[in-house]
């Protein structure tokens, strides 16, 4: 075999190889579903209190959804990008404690948002927003504390009442609007629903900036979620600078919780 031959074979291997080499020193992403099981066990871990529902209150344990979309991160000029794409189904915990209840979302063992509700005269008040996020082992928990006034409870909403929030961290704030845009049908099953249908416009301010649309139909009876479609578009500054998409929509299969 001619010598030029020899060390062309020998470039293309020496590629190779550090193709290889420098692929593998990059972090890469495992993402892995939650089961049902791991959410049922949540659950019981945490829940205090009566598991009865109370009047005007979804009943608690965890509910199942089918579940569209996915996240994305474009972080060091493209080097360390990534997307999960979320899968087919997706839970969420309605979970009692001391001053009312939490609704734990959660698509991923590392993609979960809590939030903290507490009952308050005329209706219920949002305390806390916990979110955790992982990319390429770097993992980003955020827990904004929540300024908000009371909300109605699903029954005494009407088209047309709005009203305003602020939540924020040490070094970020969300401020929210807050909107019902009607009552609609909505089906789960063989059955149909009559659901308040809101929207939330966010407006991300400080190292966590951007925006986020968050639409809801809930159960007017009790509040339990019936459709979620949301919408997020956001950059965090800091020691490395990352652009983040999420964009899902999840819809109620059963209205008989795990537990």
């Known amino acids: 075999m001619p010598r030029r031959r020899y060390i062309a074979i020998a470039a293309i291997a020496c590629g190779v190889v550090a193709g290889y080499v420098a692929w593998r020193a990059i972090p890469h992403d495992e993402v892995s579903p939650v089961a049902v099981g791991e959410a049922v066990r949540i659950f019981r871990q945490r829940a205090v209190g009566a598991l009865a529902a109370r009047p005007g209150e979804p009943e608690p344990g965890v509910y199942r959804y089918s579940t569209r979309g996915g996240e994305s991160v474009d972080a060091a000029l493209g080097i360390l990008s990534s997307s999960h794409d979320y899968p087919g189904n997706s839970t969420l915990s309605v979970i009692p404690n001391r001053c009312g209840m939490i609704e734990r979302w959660q698509v991923l063992v590392t993609r979960w948002t809590e939030e903290v509700s507490c009952r308050a005269p005329?209706?219920?008040?949002?305390?806390?927003?916990?979110?955790?996020?992982?990319?390429?082992?770097?993992?980003?928990?955020?827990?904004?504390?929540?300024?908000?006034?009371?909300?109605?409870?699903?029954?005494?909403?009407?088209?047309?009442?709005?009203?305003?929030?602020?939540?924020?961290?040490?070094?970020?704030?969300?401020?929210?609007?807050?909107?019902?845009?009607?009552?609609?049908?909505?089906?789960?099953?063989?059955?149909?629903?009559?659901?308040?249908?809101t929207r939330t416009e966010l407006r991300l301010l400080g190292n966590y900036s951007g925006s986020a649309i968050e639409e809801d139909w809930r159960r007017r009876s009790d509040g339990l979620l019936?459709?979620?479609?949301?919408?997020?578009?956001?950059?965090?500054?800091?020691?490395?600078?990352?652009?983040?998409?999420?964009?899902?929509?999840i819809e109620l299969r059963s209205v008989r919780p795990d537990r």
């Open 122 to 197: 005329g209706g219920y008040r949002l305390v806390s927003i916990d979110e955790l996020h992982e990319f390429v082992g770097v993992r980003r928990e955020v827990l904004y504390r929540c300024r908000e006034p009371v909300r109605p409870g699903p029954p005494r909403l009407r088209p047309g009442m709005e009203w305003r929030g602020h939540c924020e961290t040490d070094d970020s704030s969300r401020e929210s609007r807050f909107r019902v845009l009607g009552m609609e049908g909505v089906r789960v099953g063989e059955r149909s629903f009559e659901a308040v249908h």
């Open 226 to 249: 019936l459709r979620r479609r949301s919408l997020t578009d956001a950059s965090s500054s800091g020691t490395l600078s990352a652009d983040y998409t999420e964009r899902y929509e």
